[in-house]
């Protein structure tokens, strides 16, 4: 699927992020990978993300609904059900054509339900990225990340694949996830990276850096797992707190301090329900005083200290990416 949306008017649209210069997203994406397992198996970061979704007409119905409640950002991964993920979206979104852009994951083997392995061997990663290619139903990946970096290759080896796919025009702009600022300094040596996705909501601060970095240098930050909102989540909290100031529900409240954080970053939340994904797309609406997002920054810088070794961990499992 490629997605040549591009107007002159969304550089004037602050909801609108044009990744890698080009692409054109709204500022609230939707992230598929709970789409998957039936409803008996394990959730939240015990989930396995292992088969397809047991109600795959629903799943389908929900993929649309997201576009016309205005998503045109897609993420999904081969490791997501064993492909089975990109098969949906394949599926679901082949009436909207270039209304819409999916970016897909690669380098990640999945051994068993509760293994994710990475694995960067350049053959492998350009062998992943056919098969990805055949199970979108496209000729060119909008958006292609490397799932996580493989400490057992060099960094110039896993990125040189992704850019010889980009230079045959089989992918249009490139991603990483889960990196630091040094392996993305790195990374950029070999390719332009347009994209990173991180573990990074108002309980888990730890890729501020990286958010800063990618601000200056014009990249999209994508956070996954973005409405979490650890300690300060109840209804006594501050987030709550603002929230009732700002009109707005708590989860939108958190994805509009992501929003405020810099106009780059675009939340990829995910759910299976309608009113909830409803919900986040209402949060481009929210506008959060200077005041108010101050207060919530500092929450967050606290909520770092209390949440490190629980996000550390769910990102290392691989629930939310």
Known sequence: ????????????????????????????GYGTMRL??????????EAR????????????????????????????????????????LAEALRPYGDEVAVATKVGNLRPSPT???????????RQQTELSLRRLRTERIDLLYLHRLDENYPVAEQLGALKRLQEEGKVRHIGLSEVTVEQLVEAGRTA????????????????DP?????????????????????????????VARVAREAGATPAQTALAWLLRRGPHVVPIPGTTSEHHLK??????????SDEQFALLSEVGTEAETEAETGAQAQ???ETGS
Not at 40 to 45: A, K, L, T
């Open 115 to 125: 293994e994710w392995v990475p694995l960067g061997h350049p053959a492998y990663l």
């Open 192 to 207: 332009p990276v347009a994209a990173v996705q991180n573990l990074y909501n108002l309980a888990e601060r730890g890729h």
């Open 279 to 288: 919900e986040n797309m209402g949060a481009l609406e929210v506008k959060l």
């Open 49 to 88: 993300i292992w088969t397809g979704p047991a109600d795959r007409p629903a799943a389908l119905r929900l993929l649309r609904t997201a576009v016309e409640a205005g998503v045109n950002l897609f993420d999904t991964a081969d490791a997501y059900a064993l492909g089975a993920g990109e098969e949906l």
């Open 1 to 28: 699927m490629t997605n040549d949306m591009a107007h002159h008017g969304d550089r004037l649209d602050t909801n609108v992020f044009h990744i890698g210069g080009d692409l054109p997203v709204r500022r609230i």
């Open 36 to 45: 998957a397992d039936g409803p008996g198996d394990p959730r939240g970061p």
């Open 315 to 317: 990102a290392d499992t």
């Open 210 to 238: 990286v958010v800063d970095h990618t601000a200056r240098h014009g990249i999209a930050f994508v956070p996954f797992f973005p409405v979490a909102m650890g300690a300060h989540a109840g209804p006594d909290g501050p």
